[in-house]
């Protein structure tokens, strides 16, 4: 523990937000959680009121599509999570439309593959993009381009993701919204005996052993994935 104060979302200028399919699919319905997506609009407008610049990563196109395709098995082949993407990606991007303009945002799309954090020209231009969306008072709603990402050219999960354009837009915090509430020392839905870890002041090999893969489902990433972000963002 340490006796510094934690960074508030009310000093940021610029915040990156990653949302998982977890929150944002309603796997019953295969239906966007409206009501939910609304609420984090407000937020969103909340930030934007006190002067906080926002960029949303969201996963859940695949999500989306899955059943109107009849994409049911628990492991889909590339070529079909290609297929769901693109179906899927118009589906999520009219949520958060719907979402944001009834707080009187603009939702901006933008699809991205690793290639575009770690090539300089496409970095830069990646980063302008961003940057000239910011300034015209959009949202930017960001996703992994599935469409045509392959797997050995993919991050596969929006946690790293959301790192990278945190990184390339030089946001000052980093919000990865998840399904449980925080790090355990284990997987509390298995182990009665973790215990939550409310700051964690360093990645060690210790902390990152206890990031766990995510439970069968439409998450890719899981805890795992997030402490490798913290990692990236911290760098």
């Not at 510094?4 to 796997?27: C, F, Q, W």
């Amino acid at each position: 523990m340490t006796d510094t104060p934690l960074p508030s979302l009310r000093d940021a200028r610029r915040v990156v937000i990653k949302i998982g399919s977890a929150l944002i699919v309603d796997p019953a319905l295969a239906a966007p959680r409206q009501a939910w997506l609304d609420s984090v609009s407000q937020d969103i407008a909340a930030l934007r009121e006190q002067g906080t610049e926002v960029v949303v990563v969201s996963s859940g196109a695949v999500a989306l599509a899955r059943h109107h395709l009849g994409l049911t098995r628990p492991v889909l082949r590339l070529e079909e999570k290609q297929a769901a993407a693109s179906v899927g990606q118009i589906r999520l991007a009219q949520a958060w439309t719907d979402a944001l303009s009834q707080r009187g945002l603009t939702a901006a799309q933008l699809l991205l593959t690793p290639d575009d954090t770690e090539h300089r020209t496409r970095y830069l231009n990646a980063r302008a993009s961003l940057n000239t969306l910011l300034a015209l008072g959009c949202v930017p709603i960001i996703n992994e381009n599935d469409a045509i990402a392959t797997t050995e050219i993919r991050f596969g999960d929006n946690d790293r993701l959301a790192a990278r354009v945190a990184e390339m837009i030089n946001a000052d915090q980093l919000v990865l919204l998840s399904d449980i509430d925080g790090l355990y020392t284990a997987d509390p839905r298995n182990n009665p005996d973790a215990r939550h870890l409310p700051v964690v002041t360093a990645l060690t090999e210790s902390i990152e052993a206890m990031g766990g893969a995510p439970p069968p489902g439409y998450s890719s990433g899981g805890m795992r994935t997030k402490l490798m972000a913290a990692r990236i963002a911290t760098q």
